[in-house]
């Protein structure tokens, strides 16, 4: 995630100002604009505008009609208003031209608009007002936009403090995020509406009375109660009973409802309400009568899963990331986030006895009247306590009200909890005084906390006048129970750290609530002039409607309202599809980015600071190296006992003395094959006795002789393993800000020169630590490090790199010798007790069945390719067969492990079959699979305690929670089938029994690690969601208590609605029945199907406010956003339309705040148990750049041609933009095609099957010139043109059959499935467009990411499911039906029982089920003694506890772990092109590079190719030959040791680049920071090493030439002859010390006459070897590292002299030369590659690297 992005600007740089630009209106004849009243006049006058048009509608004005003429003239005088402004502004700015235009600034313009609107408006009510237009008429719309003049009043605080260009670059990457994400939803939404279409298409069949023979007459009596969809002729679905038909309504479209999957545009709309997880259930059960169920459960759940899981969530990661990028403006907008002290005074340690505390310092002078002793009262912890205690008490006993609305009636309000609150309130009004008498009344106000008591205390002592007790003044008593978080610390300080600054956290409520006032004034005057219609007459009823929306809670039955009665009132069908989008729209908006926004406040309240990341990661560190040094309890018990090393003696020793018995750990020392050791197991036997009573037992064994190494290949293997894999620690060093890139245009550049700027002031190897003086006990005294020779301006940045070795070094110390100490603990413990380390006590630690059992536990797949020690590779067929993941997957657990994952599975997929009646006691299969487990089980229980113990030794079975449970459930898999009870009982002791057994699922947790390690993560961060709990309760406490007191006892009425007086709800009453949402006729007379229902005087059905219990279990329900809009609607009905604010205050806070923060906190608990919570930015950027690296290919298609012709001809067509889009509007049009189901019984489906074979054929030609363009092989190189390629042929192939199909003669069903064939074909190529947008790709990549890392996690979740099944169909397996549970969701079998759980995981009416599973006496059939299949009643307890319990874990936690997963990824999608790091398009760069110099396009080059790699790049990966070719020689070096030479891949070469790019010091943690710093010296040593022989090479040669060059001057001026001589090329010579090299003999060479080979004294020149010219040299390559080992023999003749000479000549002999130069002559080339340009400035390049070898020294 980059919730943690820094955002740093430059304080010179001019601030952006998104606010009006109001000093511009600088004017001496108009200066009244300017004014601050007139400002703020016209403030005001914008709300009185907003509050005008929300009561300027038809109904309002029917209720009030002097509001008509009032509104007018309001309009009237606020349109002047802002008419004169503008008038004025263009008199001052001018209106086209001047300096600042007053039409072309952003902010005027909307001025000019709403001014339009305004007079739009007045105009038109001038007209409605002289009746000139009638008032419900349609051109009411035309004040829809006025409500957007509320923008005027908070646009003032549009002012941010960052740089303009910085914010435009934030605003536009934020715009194109949400852009690309939204084409990303558009695409999978486009993807299932066809699938929609093409699967189930238009559902009309219905089941009715056989009688009914006009279809198009269908009334409500034909139908089934309630209406059933079904499935014609036999074909698979649902059937209809007996006495009714399976036929299709011919009923207008708009009567069957305005869902379904008719066609494209429809089907698209139902995809979204679907995907918003609201009614999509009862689409999945009209799917699963009409069609096959399988069907309809993939597409649904696979729906559900992707849109409203997965692709969603992107929405709220780029709001996220987004918002990060304001932070730093945020943050000084809305202040720090430290806890306030509650005062402008400091705070000071104050001790009081025992205990230490903050106190204000002010707080200890005397400030008020009171006395001294009064003070310290009041300072007291005693005085305190006592009001928190009263506090308590006083929750306590508002919450004990309750009512019986049969005995008790809520108008009493003046009983016994009315004198109890007098006394509570006047105790606190006491409190209160006693506070102002000793602070004062100026220093009782100072402190927030006492303005909160005071409130408290006015309101509640209004409360206690009887006219207003138990009214809405009732808030002020229940929130005295939030004093109570004074009580605990840790809630105090989780409260000020989750809710921050009140500023921020308020400016997103006031930008919801004006987003909402917006929105229901926009639709009040859209949907105002419908007559009949409800939900938009008024402005509280539309913002109901709005907030409704919001919630999500029955939004679509809104949105259906609407359309209904937009269709019913003369809008048209042309209106229909607008008001679809206009809503869809709305919905995005506030579910996308007001949720987000929410969670993106409070995860920036739960981030840290930078520098507060620095020292949790210094303290993290530490703490990890405190790792603990004892033993676990269970293994303590051993330190109680006394020591009995184990004995042995020596057998079969000759000599005249018995041997004493020795300790056996001394005699391994000595021990050989041929000793016979004895152990001693008796101490207390005399002297003399013999030990020997049976056959010698060998107890030492041979030692293994193993072979070590520490070469240079382990080496390099460790430290390429630590570099890829090591993440664990924290980096302790500098800032996090990388380097910006102001400097030169390469990133290699800068960091190359921030390296050798920090070398330069290093004086040993990286993180290296020369201990001086070190204590037995482990501490450090003394530190120095290599080098002595620094510069005294180098000194303060020596100290802190010493320091920072010093951290390093000493963590890594000491967690060594903690690791040391706990495992010589375990040694002494196991040579002193003779039974530690035996597994139960019986069997030996060396004994051969242990030792068998030992390898049977651990034996485990081997999935690696290479020896991690030596680096060999391993030879294995197969395992290059099979992919890397799969070999993963097969080494993910040991073998016995995998057969018992197996088992259990099959175990489960047994349990899978059992139901209430179906069960293990009766069905012979069922009990030979739990059989099975039972002895598979008992096998491996065996296996692993005989090989590690089963509680008392270091590898225990029983050894953490874990174990317990896996014992637990083999126990009681073992009591029960040994039991096997023939009579269950409900909740019994058998039928709990059965339910433990349903544990069984889980035990793949246990089995599984990556499962193991999802609960631990969840059990880490269980503190932060118990205190998240905490607080969600303590709002449903007082909203609870609240609503006693203000709802207990006046909800309940008659249930016949006409009855009003309790005396007479009596008799019986008609009442009509649901029987289909369609639109049909009535029966006679206008009747309704119903039945006689008796008169009930009583509470809903599902809810009261009666008591605490159940309106605290009520509001739960309401939190989850089930079921409170039927408490709304019957608060409305049967109290008063104004107390239904309870419920939307309730709603906003629980929803907007309090469900939130579940998803911040478990997204920040998974954050720190990944460990990236305390990364900073920099280094979460390296984590980021390394995913992209290793989702980053190489392009598979070749370059362009050189050669002109058709094949280029061919390339540049092909690879133009205009024909890639061209190709996906192919692609696009194609897919239109499918818009319209597809049938055989209709005549259109022929003609778009002969357009879509037109389309295959364009595809065929697009196939053809990409062939020839790139030719086959190089085409076939290409996944996406392979893919391409497949969907082709397989549309050629239907293409054939379906012209086939048509000329000849066929059946129906041989039609459909061409057909079908064709559509999948269709859809085939549908996804080919993701491959062909890079956006859509990389989106794509972060799903599958996100799928393949949550994989686990959804396992996980499917087998907790499971596990729910279960137990769900043992419970609630045999209740009867009731409202919600039914025919399609019931938990009869398990399968129905996993759909149903689905359906509770989307919260689609989960209370409702949850109720009708609380059925009960008389209700139900219940009998003492019967078991649980014999009786259909549910348990109310069970079913709350099954259902609270589930819905919690499920919808609160586990869900929203995937947010967390998709955050991390999205990150790598997340990528500035201002960072320091790689982006897209230096990756993109390398790719293109790559794809140049790879011809093959295996991904896969020589390492000798990758200096033309290098050389080639451009952009911020570029490196200059001409100033950093030390550089290049260590980025070629680097690659060529990595596989010893071989050939290395796209990634290799990448992950170089990056690691050099970045600055590893603030970018890298611990380890890998060390190991990359370890592998750079090393290649940075070698290569100085190479160059130096290099460079000697040169000089001897330059010295050999020019004494050559003198002879033959001095022989031709002495006019000798010429003459020929022939020499051997080596000999020996002798060195002035004596020392005598033999040198191998060389072949003889031929030299022109006058010429002479002249060696200088005491040097030994030796020949250059022969070499090969080469004809492919190229300019400024440097020489290859490794040929410098072939010439190493060549060298060993050079005497040690020669080597100081190189050093103490090199000033003399350097200049103007460099590594990279050549000597020219008819020698050939050397083995080295040069270039024509050299670097000039050698002396200062040779001074730099003398300085740094002297140091190295």
């Known amino acids: 995630m980059l919730v943690n992005r820094k955002t740093s600007f430059r304080e010179n740089l001019p601030l952006s100002d998104y606010g009006p630009d109001e000093n511009l209106n600088d004017s001496a004849d108009i200066d009244w604009v300017n004014k601050d009243w007139v400002r703020w006049l016209l403030r005001g006058c914008a709300l009185l505008s907003v509050t005008s048009v929300s009561m300027n509608t038809p109904a309002t004005f029917n209720n009030l009609p002097a509001l008509e003429y009032v509104t007018f003239v309001m309009d009237l005088a606020v349109t002047l208003l802002f008419t004169a402004e503008m008038v004025a502004k263009m008199h001052i700015r001018g209106m086209l031209k001047g300096d600042a235009p007053y039409l072309r600034d952003r902010w005027c313009q909307f001025d000019f608009f709403m001014v339009v609107c305004l007079w739009a408006s007045v105009l038109l009510q001038v007209f409605e007002l002289t009746r000139v237009v009638q008032p419900y008429s349609f051109w009411s719309v035309l004040r829809c936009l006025r409500p957007l003049i509320l923008i005027r009043v908070f646009r003032v605080f549009l002012k941010f403090s960052l740089p303009q260009n910085r914010i435009n670059s934030i605003f536009k990457r934020s715009y194109q995020q949400i852009y690309n994400v939204t084409i990303f939803f558009l695409f999978f939404m486009i993807l299932y509406g066809i699938l929609g279409v093409q699967f189930f298409g238009e559902l009309k069949y219905h089941c009715v009375r056989n009688n009914v023979t006009n279809t198009s007459e269908i009334t409500v009596f034909d139908l089934a109660i309630p209406d059933t969809y079904c499935s014609p002729d036999n074909k698979p679905g649902h059937h209809c009973p007996k006495g009714m038909k399976c036929i299709s309504i011919d009923i207008p479209k708009n009567n069957r409802g305005f869902n379904g999957f008719d066609e494209l545009p429809t089907s698209f709309f139902t995809v979204y309400e679907a995907a918003s997880q609201e009614g999509w259930v009862f689409l999945l059960y009209h799917a699963m009568d009409s069609l096959e169920s399988g069907v309809a459960l993939v597409y649904f759940i696979s729906l559900i899963f992707l849109l409203a899981w997965l692709v969603k969530n992107i929405f709220i990661a780029v709001i996220i990331e987004s918002f990060a990028e304001f932070r730093v403006q945020f943050q000084q907008m809305w202040g720090s986030r430290g806890k306030d002290t509650d005062s402008d005074s400091s705070q000071v340690i104050q001790q009081e006895g025992a205990s230490w505390r903050m106190v204000i310092q002010d707080e200890n002078k005397p400030q008020g009247l009171a006395p001294p002793i009064f003070q310290q009262i009041l300072r007291s912890s005693a005085f305190h306590a006592f009001i928190l205690l009263m506090v308590l008490a006083s929750a306590i006993a508002e919450a004990s009200l309750s009512f019986d609305h049969e005995t008790k009636n809520p108008k009493n309000t003046i009983d016994t909890f009315y004198f109890i609150e007098v006394f509570f309130t006047l105790l606190f009004d006491l409190e209160a005084v006693f506070k102002i008498w000793c602070l004062g009344l100026r220093g009782y106000w100072r402190r927030s906390l006492h303005k909160f008591e005071l409130s408290l205390v006015i309101g509640t002592t209004l409360h206690i006048i009887p006219g207003w007790y138990r009214t809405e003044l009732t808030y002020f008593q229940v929130l005295r129970v939030g004093r109570l978080i004074k009580a605990s610390p840790m809630l105090e300080d989780f409260c000020y750290k989750i809710f921050g600054p009140g500023k921020k956290l308020g400016s997103i409520v006031l930008f919801t609530m004006c987003l909402l006032i917006i929105a229901s004034s926009i639709s009040l005057q859209l949907f105002c002039s419908i007559k009949d219609f409800d939900k938009f007459e008024t402005f509280p009823r539309a913002f109901m409607s709005m907030f409704q929306i919001l919630t999500q809670e029955g939004w679509i039955d809104v949105v259906t309202d609407t359309l209904e009665n937009a269709d019913k009132n003369a809008y048209g069908v042309y209106f229909i599809y607008p008001i679809r989008i206009y809503f869809l729209l709305y919905h995005q908006v506030v579910n996308v980015i007001v949720i987000s926004l929410f969670v993106a406040v409070i995860l920036d309240n739960l981030e840290l600071d930078e520098d507060i990341k620095k020292l949790k990661q210094l303290k993290a560190s530490e703490q990890s190296a405190d790792e603990s040094e004892s033993l676990p309890f269970r293994l303590k018990i051993f330190e109680k006992f006394p020591n009995r090393p184990q004995m042995v003696r020596i057998h079969k020793l000759a000599g005249d003395f018995s041997v004493a018995a020795i300790r056996e750990s001394f005699m391994r020392q000595f021990s050989t094959p041929q000793l016979d050791l004895i152990m001693d197991t008796d101490e207390g036997t005399e002297e003399g006795q013999s030990f020997l009573k049976g056959p010698p037992v060998a107890l030492v064994r041979p030692p293994a002789l193993v072979a070590r190494s520490g070469g240079y290949v382990e080496k390099q293997a460790g430290v390429t393993m630590v570099i890829r894999e090591s993440n664990q620690h924290k980096l302790m060093g500098s800032g996090s800000g990388q380097m910006v890139n102001n400097g030169p245009k390469s990133l290699l550049s800068q960091q190359y020169q921030l390296r050798i700027s920090r070398r330069s002031m290093r004086g040993s190897r990286p993180g290296s630590l020369k201990l001086g003086h070190h204590k037995e006990n482990g501490d450090i005294t003394h530190l120095m490090m290599g080098g002595s020779n620094f510069s005294s301006n180098f000194a303060s940045n020596i100290g802190m790199h010493r320091s920072d070795d010093f951290d390093i070094k000493m963590i890594q110390q000491r967690k060594q010798q903690a690791e040391i100490k706990r495992n010589q603990i375990q040694d002494d413990l196991r040579e002193n007790h003779p039974f530690f380390d035996t597994p139960l006590f019986a069997v030996g630690r060396e004994s051969h069945i242990r030792q068998m059992c030992q390898t049977i536990v651990n034996a485990k797949y081997n999935y690696m390719l290479r020896d991690p020690v030596t680096g060999k590779e391993l030879q294995s067929v197969y395992k290059r067969i099979l992919p890397m993941w799969i070999r993963k997957l097969f080494g993910l657990v040991t073998y016995l492990d995998w057969i018992m994952i197996m088992v259990t599975i099959m175990s489960c997929g047994s349990m899978f079959f059992e139901t209430p009646h179906r069960r293990l006691t009766n069905t012979p299969e069922l009990k030979y699979a739990e059989y099975i487990f039972v002895l598979s089980m008992s096998v491996e229980m065996g296996l692993k305690i005989l090989a590690n113990g089963f509680f008392f030794t270091p590898k225990a079975v029983v050894k953490d929670v874990s174990g317990v449970l896996e014992i637990f459930i083999y126990v009681v898999s073992v009591i029960f089938l040994g039991w096997q009870p023939q009579e269950v009982p409900p909740l019994g002791g058998a039928h709990i029994l059965m339910l433990l057994r349903c544990l069984r699922p889980l035990r793949i947790f246990i089995l599984v690690p990556h499962m193991r390690k999802v609960v631990y993560e969840l059990v880490r961060g269980f503190k932060e969601i118990l205190l998240v709990s905490v607080l969600l309760i303590v709002l449903i406490f007082v909203f609870a208590t609240f609503g006693v007191h203000l709802l207990g006892g006046k909800l309940a009425r008659c249930n016949d609605h006409k009855i009003t007086i309790r005396e007479q709800c009596v008799g019986t009453f008609w009442s009509p029945m649901f029987v289909t949402k369609m639109k049909v006729n009535p029966g006679p007379n206008g009747t309704m199907p119903g039945f006689m229902v008796p008169r009930v005087w009583g509470n809903p059905h599902n809810f009261n406010f009666d008591n605490i219990g159940n309106a605290m279990l009520a509001l739960f329900e309401v939190l989850s956003l089930e079921g409170w809009l039927e408490v709304r609607d019957v608060i409305i009905d049967r109290v008063r339309p104004t107390d239904s604010v309870y419920v939307h205050l309730f709603v906003f806070i629980g929803y907007m705040i309090g469900l939130t923060l579940f998803v911040g906190v478990v997204i920040a608990n998974y954050s720190e148990n990944k460990g990236t919570a305390l990364l900073t930015v920099d280094q979460r950027r390296w984590m980021d750049l390394k995913g992209r690296i290793k989702l980053a290919q190489p392009h598979h298609i070749p370059p362009r041609p050189d050669t002109r012709g058709l094949r280029s001809f061919m390339y540049d067509i092909t690879q133009h933009m205009y024909f890639k889009k061209f190709t996906v509007l192919l692609i696009i049009g194609n897919c239109m095609l499918l818009s319209v189901p597809w049938r055989e019984d209709k005549k259109a489906t022929v003609y778009l099957a002969t357009v879509s074979s037109i389309f295959t054929v364009l595809f065929l030609l697009e196939v053809i010139m990409k062939m020839i363009a790139l030719t086959p092989a190089g085409y076939w190189t290409s996944r996406r043109n392979r893919f391409d390629m497949f969907a082709t ?141 014999e009786t259909n009643c ?165 010295i050999r030439a020019k004494n050559h060059s003198n002879l033959i001057l001095n022989l031709r001026a002495m006019n000798e002859p010429l003459f020929t001589v022939t020499e051997q090329a080596a000999s020996t010579a002798e060195s002035s010390e004596g020392s005598v090299r033999e040198e191998p003999a060389a072949m003889p060479r031929s030299r022109k006459k006058g010429t002479v080979e002249l060696n200088p004294p005491n040097i030994h020149i030796e020949p250059p070897p022969p070499t090969s010219k080469s004809p492919n040299l190229r300019r400024y390559l440097t020489p290859q590292i490794s040929d410098a080992s072939l010439r190493e023999k060549d060298r060993m003749g050079v005497k040690k002299k020669s080597n100081r000479l190189s050093t103490s000549t090199s000033k003399t002999l350097g200049e103007g030369l460099s590594g990279g130069q050549q000597v020219s002559g008819d020698q050939g080339v050397s083995g080295e590659l040069v270039g024509h340009h050299v670097s000039t400035d050698v002396n200062s390049w040779w001074g730099e690297q003398l300085f740094i070898l002297e140091k190295c020294e």
């Not at 041989?1310 to 064939?1317: G, H, L, M, T």
């Not at 759980?1397 to 139900?1420: A, Q, Y």
């Not at 919808?1451 to 772990?1457: G, Q």
Request: one cysteine or more.
């Open 1434 to 1598: 549910g348990n109310t307890t069970a079913s709350r506890i099954f259902f609270f319990s589930f819905y919690v874990i499920i919808t609160y936690i586990v869900l929203n772990l995937l947010v967390a997963i998709i955050m991390e990824n999205f990150s790598l999608f997340y990528s500035n092109e201002e960072d320091a790091l790689l982006s897209h398009n230096d990756v993109r760069q390398f790719q293109n590079t790559w794809n140049i110099v790879d011809i093959n396009r295996k991904g896969l080059i020589p390492v000798h190719r990758v200096r033309y790699v290098l050389r080639l790049l451009r952009g911020r990966l570029e490196v200059d030959l001409e100033k950093e070719k030390l550089l290049f020689k260590h980025m070629c070096y680097e690659l060529e040791r990595l596989h010893n030479g071989g050939d290395v891949t796209f990634h290799d070469v990448l992950s170089m680049l990056s690691y050099r790019s970045v600055d590893i010091r603030k970018s890298l943690q611990l380890e890998e920071l060390l190991a990359r710093e370890d592998l750079e010296f090393s290649i940075e040593e070698e290569v100085a090493k190479q160059t130096i022989r290099n460079w000697l090479d040169k000089c001897l040669k330059r």
């Open 1289 to 1429: 042929l397989v549309g050629v192939i239907w293409m054939i059959v379906h012209f086939a199909v048509q000329f000849s003669y066929h059946s129906l069903d041989v039609e459909r499935a061409s057909y079908v064939f064709g559509s999948l074909v269709i859809i085939l190529r549908f996804f080919t467009i993701l491959g062909k947008h890079a956006t859509l790709k990389m989106l794509s990549q972060t799903v599958m990411m996100s799928v393949f890392k949550s994989f686990f996690i959804i396992m996980g979740m499917f087998f907790l499911m499971l596990f729910y099944a279960y137990t769900g169909v043992l419970l609630f397996g045999n209740v009867k039906y009731g409202y919600d549970l039914g025919r399609h969701a019931n938990f009869k079998t398990t399968a129905h029982a996993v759909t149903t759980l689905f359906r509770i995981v989307t919260g689609e009416d989960w209370n409702k089920i949850m109720h009708d599973c609380m059925v009960w006496k008389p209700f139900c059939t219940y009998k003492e003694g019967n078991s649980f299949w």
